[in-house]
C-alpha cells in the first residue's frame, strides 16, 4: 500500500517501472459474496494484496483509511452506491489509481461511460479469469509488453499542439489539455506521424500492449479504440471547439492532420 499524497496527480506516476505481482495491492469492490471471493483466490494465488469492500461505502472508507492501493477493481452494480459514483468519488478527491471495470453489461454505451468516467478498462463479469488477469497486469503495468510509442521523437511541437514527452504534457494553442497517459501515448503516436494513416490495431496497442486480444470477433477491438478517440476529441473541443486535428479513415484507423483552425 502507499500513502495518499503519494498517489495523487497525474496518471503517469502510474506507468513507470514494472515490478512483480507480490509487491502489488488491490482494492476489490463487489457485492456479490461468492465472487468476490472467488476472484479474492484467484488473485491471492497470483501473489496480489488484496482488500475487500462489499459496496461503495465501503470502498469509501478504504480509500480515506490513510493509505491506497496500487489499483481497483470495481463493481458497476451495486446497492445505494455504484461503481460509477465510486469512480467519481475518486476523481474528484484527485485519486488517480487505474480503475478495471467489472460489469455483467457488456453494451458499448457501458463501456464508453466508464471510459469517459476514468477507468482504465472495462471488463464482463463472464470473461474468464485468465482474461481478467491479462488485462490487470496491463493496467497496472505489471510484466505487461512495451507500448508501441517511440519516443525517440523527444517534445513534439507542432502548430498549436506542444506535447512534452518526459512530463506526458498536452497543450493546445497554450492550454493544457488533460490526458490521460494512454491517450497522451495515442496523440503521441498521431502526431509525430502527422498525415499517415495509423491503424486501430496500432492504436489498440498502445493502451493494451503488442499482441494483446480483446472483444468479440477479429476487430473487436475497434469499438475501444473508437471510444478513446472520441473521448481525446472531446478533451481538445473542451479547449478550442474547432479542433479537428484528428480525422478518421473509415475502416482503417485515424490520422493527425494538423487541424489548425
Not at 477507468?119 to 488477469?133: N, T
Amino acid at each position: 500500500m502507499r500513502s495518499i499524497t503519494a498517489s495523487l496527480g497525474r496518471t503517469e506516476k502510474l506507468n513507470a517501472m514494472k515490478i512483480p505481482h507480490e509487491k502489488m495491492s488491490i482494492l476489490l469492490v463487489d457485492d456479490d459474496d461468492l465472487y468476490r471471493e472467488t476472484l479474492i483466490q484467484n488473485l491471492g494465488d497470483d501473489g496480489y494484496n488484496v482488500t475487500e469492500a462489499r459496496n461503495g461505502e465501503e470502498a469509501l472508507t478504504v480509500l480515506q483509511s490513510g493509505t491506497l492501493p496500487d489499483g481497483v477493481i470495481l463493481d458497476w452494480n451495486m446497492p445505494r452506491m455504484n461503481g460509477m459514483q465510486v469512480l467519481r468519488w475518486m476523481r474528484d478527491q484527485d485519486i488517480a489509481l487505474p480503475v478495471l471495470f467489472l460489469t455483467g453489461h457488456n453494451d458499448q454505451i457501458y463501456e464508453e461511460s466508464a471510459l469517459d468516467g476514468g477507468a482504465a478498462d472495462f471488463i464482463d463479469k463472464s470473461r474468464s479469469y485468465s482474461i481478467l488477469k491479462k488485462r490487470l497486469a496491463l493496467v497496472l503495468n505489471v510484466n505487461a509488453p512495451e507500448t508501441t510509442v517511440d519516443h525517440r521523437h523527444g517534445d513534439i511541437i507542432r502548430h498549436s499542439l506542444t506535447l512534452r514527452s518526459e512530463a506526458k504534457r498536452a497543450l493546445w494553442k497554450g492550454t493544457e489539455i488533460d490526458l490521460t497517459v494512454s491517450e497522451f501515448d495515442i496523440v503521441y503516436l498521431l502526431a509525430s506521424n502527422p498525415g499517415v494513416d495509423i491503424r486501430f490495431r496500432q492504436i489498440y496497442d498502445v493502451v493494451h500492449g503488442s499482441g494483446f486480444w480483446a472483444g468479440h470477433g477479429e476487430d473487436g477491438f475497434r469499438p475501444n479504440v473508437r471510444t478513446f478517440i472520441k473521448r481525446i476529441r472531446k478533451k481538445f473541443r473542451d479547449v478550442d471547439p474547432l479542433f479537428d486535428a484528428i480525422e478518421n479513415y473509415p475502416g482503417f484507423g485515424y490520422r493527425w492532420t494538423g487541424g489548425d483552425s
